[in-house]
């Protein structure tokens, strides 16, 4: 049976670590309990280092974290894996799991020990988490991840990311314990057609190396891929081409690869050629190097949507080797991983799928932030998934707030919490203005309409207010508890905005990448409290009309905030608060302005401006 340590609910663990309302251990550990005391932090420490880990990233962590070793100190540290003799002491407690570590504070000592190189990392990581407080909680962890792979696929279309975002993400990941990132934006053309065939310049090859660097430096596993499907000659010529691109990438320090063959047609599609050129890397490429990770590959049909009735998926279950792992996006390209999808699509890859989380990308509506909580995959499919990945926004900053959740999601699953794990993602990247971040993010975080079908919630503490009072006004009365509270909200909307425009300099790259939505945001905010008041002044004709005036340059100036900025080719321009908040206001000025004319024998325009004037394609 589990044992939770309570950090935010706890008297004891507040005593004792000071900003504990303000804390979580990140992602939730498996197991851990602790002793109704604590430890100061140490000045010195004399360290003992087992031989596994004298050169790898961990001790390097630890080291910047902990400067003050010396041999004459009374505090003990001890760090190593199960096979050194610096913990051997406690190698009963070190989980029997890849990435595994246990975690032992006490008055006079630390002990990390990993179940390998990698478990000893996270476990220093979970240290560093704990040395933020005032005080050392007396705390044991037994900790390991539920599913094997967990991390990111940078595989949209869009404007990729940049390479000093991509060394952030590195080591955002290596602080939330996701083990793997997958290279493979679809707007890279040596990635896809027309370059696959050609090595990076020098300058882009240097990039590549230094993040390949920068993945070691956090355990994190650099995957590169290719997408040659979509002009590949099934032919010898091109066979060779794909290698020396992979030896290309192997000298620039790539050590895991993968292939995609996702969003095509025509020959590069045939499952059949597919494998054969799949094995041959495998056989000539991955395992004749020795040093390498399995291969990856990303199918034609990734989707239970696009299976049905064909051989493609049985011919890959068949055929292709067993170590070579099979992206698997769900029943749909995007939507829910459930225990239903994995009972179908497993049987037919025969090996567990390695899961593409198409959320929160956003290449098919890019005039929506996602950036609501993460929910509703089953949690309790981890001996059925291989792996589990997700694809994000092209704003990397942004996508952290999901990127958490999965972080946490992946680790524990049965004891993962959404809300809870949402609102410590919002705190990490905004911890002095957290409140309003979260302001923005709830009512941000819906796709809106697509042909892809994936919605998610948005406004989820105002839409009872909202449809109360939308219903009530319909029937000629006004419910007034509703009234305050969502012109509660729209004040808070409006603070949050402005706050957060002001605040550039506490986190300068979300700033940057949410700025043109919190224009927007502030414009609807607005918008809801001018209607509002359209709503309490019907019969005062001046009162009204300078609410009604207010509210239609609102509506003109949101339309020209969506037209001028994020113009991009598919479904360009800005949307903010569009799933609840829009919609009924929209409604509720529809309402109030009929409401009007009638009583004054007047015909101002009730219709709402749109968005846009026109339907954008």
Same mark, same amino acid.
């Given at each position: 049976?589990?044992?939770?340590?309570?950090?935010?609910?706890?008297? +004891?663990?507040?005593?004792?670590?000071?900003?504990?309302?303000?804390?979580?251990?990140?992602?939730?550990?498996?197991?851990?309990?602790?002793?109704?005391?604590?430890?100061?932090? &140490?000045?010195?420490?004399?360290?003992?280092?087992?031989?596994?880990?004298?050169?790898? &990233?961990?001790?390097?962590?630890?080291?910047?974290?902990?400067?003050?070793?010396?041999?004459?100190?009374?505090?003990?540290?001890?760090?190593?894996?199960?096979?050194?003799? %610096?913990?051997?002491?406690?190698?009963?407690?070190?989980?029997? *799991?890849?990435?595994?570590?246990?975690?032992?504070?006490?008055?006079?000592?630390?002990?990390?020990?990993?179940?390998?190189?990698?478990? !000893?990392?996270?476990?220093?990581?979970?240290?560093?988490?704990?040395?933020?407080?005032?005080?050392?909680?007396?705390?044991?962890?037994?900790?390991?991840?539920?599913?094997?792979?967990?991390?990111?696929?940078?595989?949209?279309?869009?404007?990729?990311?940049? @390479? %000093?975002?991509?060394?952030?993400?590195?080591?955002?990941?290596? *602080?939330?314990?996701?083990? !793997?990132? $997958?290279?493979?934006?679809?707007?890279?053309?040596? @990635?896809?057609?027309?370059?696959?065939?050609?090595?990076?310049?020098?300058?882009?090859?240097?990039? $590549? #190396?230094?993040?390949?660097?920068?993945?070691?430096?956090?355990? !994190?596993?650099?995957?590169?891929?290719?997408?040659?499907?979509?002009?590949?000659?099934?032919?010898?010529?091109?066979?060779?081409? /794909?290698?020396?691109?992979?030896?290309?990438?192997?000298?620039?320090?790539?050590?895991?690869?993968?292939?995609?063959?996702?969003?095509?047609?025509?020959?590069?599609?045939?499952? %059949? *050629?597919?494998?054969?050129?799949?094995?041959?890397?495998?056989?000539?490429?991955?395992?004749?190097?020795?040093?390498?990770?399995?291969?990856?590959?990303?199918?034609?049909?990734? +989707?239970?949507?696009?299976?049905?009735?064909?051989?493609?998926?049985?011919?890959?279950?068949? #055929?292709?080797?067993?170590?070579?792992?099979?992206?698997?996006?769900?029943? #749909?390209?995007?939507?829910?991983?459930?225990?239903?999808? /994995?009972?179908?699509?497993?049987?037919? /890859?025969?090996?567990?799928?390695?899961?593409?989380?198409?959320? &929160?990308?956003?290449?098919?509506?890019?005039d929506h932030l996602l950036l609501g909580p993460v929910y509703g995959n089953d949690q309790h499919i981890k001996d059925d998934v291989s792996a589990f990945v997700s694809n994000p926004m092209e704003y990397a900053e942004a996508s952290k707030i999901a990127l958490y959740g999965v972080a946490d999601y992946t680790w524990n699953m049965s004891d993962y919490d959404s809300q809870s794990s949402w609102k410590y993602a919002i705190r990490q990247l905004m911890p002095l203005h957290a409140d309003y971040l979260e302001t923005f993010a709830a009512h941000n975080s819906d796709q809106g309409e697509s042909g892809l079908e994936f919605r998610r919630e948005e406004s989820v503490a105002l839409q009872e207010a909202l449809a109360g009072l939308l219903e009530s006004y319909r029937g000629l009365k006004k419910d007034s508890s509703a009234y305050w509270e969502v012109a509660k909200e729209c004040r808070r909307i409006v603070a949050a905005a402005n706050v957060l425009l002001a605040s550039e300099k506490e986190n300068p790259a979300l700033y940057k990448e949410i700025k043109s939505w919190l224009l927007q945001f502030k414009?609807?905010? =607005?918008?809801?409290?001018?209607?509002?008041?359209?709503?309490?002044?019907?019969?005062?004709?001046?009162?009204?009309?300078?609410?009604?005036?207010?509210?239609?340059?609102?509506?003109?100036?949101?339309?020209?905030?969506?037209?001028?900025?994020?113009?991009?080719?598919?479904?360009?321009?800005?949307?903010?608060?569009?799933? @609840?908040?829009?919609?009924?206001?929209?409604?509720?000025?529809?309402?109030?302005?009929?409401?009007?004319? =009638?009583?004054?024998?007047?015909?101002?325009?009730?219709? &709402?401006?749109?968005?846009?004037?026109?339907?954008?394609?």
């Amino acid at each position: 049976m589990k044992k939770f340590l309570l950090l935010a609910a706890s008297v +004891c663990m507040i005593t004792a670590m000071g900003h504990a309302q303000n804390f979580r251990l990140q992602p939730t550990p498996q197991e851990y309990v602790f002793q109704k005391d604590s430890a100061s932090l &140490p000045q010195t420490y004399q360290l003992h280092v087992g031989a596994s880990v004298k050169s790898q &990233p961990a001790l390097s962590v630890l080291s910047e974290m902990l400067p003050g070793e010396t041999p004459q100190a009374s505090f003990q540290v001890y760090i190593g894996t199960r096979k050194d003799k %610096e913990v051997k002491k406690f190698k009963k407690q070190i989980p029997e *799991k890849a990435d595994g570590y246990f975690l032992k504070i006490a008055k006079d000592r630390i002990v990390i020990a990993g179940a390998d190189e990698r478990g !000893v990392y996270y476990g220093v990581q979970t240290l560093a988490q704990l040395l933020t407080l005032d005080k050392l909680p007396l705390v044991e962890i037994t900790d390991y991840p539920d599913v094997p792979y967990r991390g990111v696929v940078e595989g949209f279309y869009g404007t990729p990311w940049s @390479h %000093e975002a991509r060394m952030d993400q590195l080591d955002f990941y290596g *602080k939330n314990k996701m083990n !793997v990132y $997958i290279y493979g934006p679809k707007d890279d053309p040596y @990635h896809r057609t027309p370059h696959w065939r050609k090595p990076y310049p020098t300058q882009e090859g240097e990039r $590549i #190396k230094q993040l390949v660097n920068k993945a070691k430096e956090n355990e !994190v596993i650099f995957y590169w891929a290719i997408h040659p499907g979509g002009d590949i000659r099934w032919n010898e010529e091109d066979r060779s081409n /794909l290698l020396r691109k992979f030896e290309s990438m192997y000298q620039l320090g790539v050590r895991g690869f993968a292939v995609f063959f996702d969003d095509i047609s025509g020959d590069g599609a045939q499952a %059949e *050629k597919q494998v054969e050129l799949l094995n041959y890397i495998d056989e000539h490429f991955v395992k004749a190097k020795q040093d390498v990770a399995p291969l990856i590959m990303c199918p034609t049909v990734y +989707c239970g949507a696009w299976g049905q009735g064909t051989d493609y998926l049985p011919t890959l279950g068949e #055929k292709l080797n067993k170590n070579i792992r099979v992206m698997w996006t769900g029943d #749909k390209v995007c939507t829910n991983i459930t225990q239903s999808t /994995l009972d179908y699509v497993n049987p037919l /890859l025969k090996r567990k799928a390695f899961i593409w989380w198409n959320y &929160p990308v956003s290449d098919y509506v890019t005039d929506h932030l996602l950036l609501g909580p993460v929910y509703g995959n089953d949690q309790h499919i981890k001996d059925d998934v291989s792996a589990f990945v997700s694809n994000p926004m092209e704003y990397a900053e942004a996508s952290k707030i999901a990127l958490y959740g999965v972080a946490d999601y992946t680790w524990n699953m049965s004891d993962y919490d959404s809300q809870s794990s949402w609102k410590y993602a919002i705190r990490q990247l905004m911890p002095l203005h957290a409140d309003y971040l979260e302001t923005f993010a709830a009512h941000n975080s819906d796709q809106g309409e697509s042909g892809l079908e994936f919605r998610r919630e948005e406004s989820v503490a105002l839409q009872e207010a909202l449809a109360g009072l939308l219903e009530s006004y319909r029937g000629l009365k006004k419910d007034s508890s509703a009234y305050w509270e969502v012109a509660k909200e729209c004040r808070r909307i409006v603070a949050a905005a402005n706050v957060l425009l002001a605040s550039e300099k506490e986190n300068p790259a979300l700033y940057k990448e949410i700025k043109s939505w919190l224009l927007q945001f502030k414009l609807v905010g =607005e918008y809801g409290g001018e209607v509002l008041d359209m709503m309490g002044s019907e019969r005062m004709e001046k009162l009204f009309m300078r609410s009604y005036k207010q509210a239609r340059a609102l509506q003109t100036l949101m339309r020209e905030v969506n037209d001028t900025y994020n113009q991009s080719a598919s479904h360009p321009g800005i949307k903010s608060g569009s799933k @609840h908040l829009r919609p009924t206001f929209d409604a509720l000025f529809e309402l109030a302005t009929v409401r009007y004319n =009638e009583l004054h024998g007047t015909h101002l325009d009730a219709q &709402p401006l749109p968005w846009e004037e026109t339907k954008k394609q």
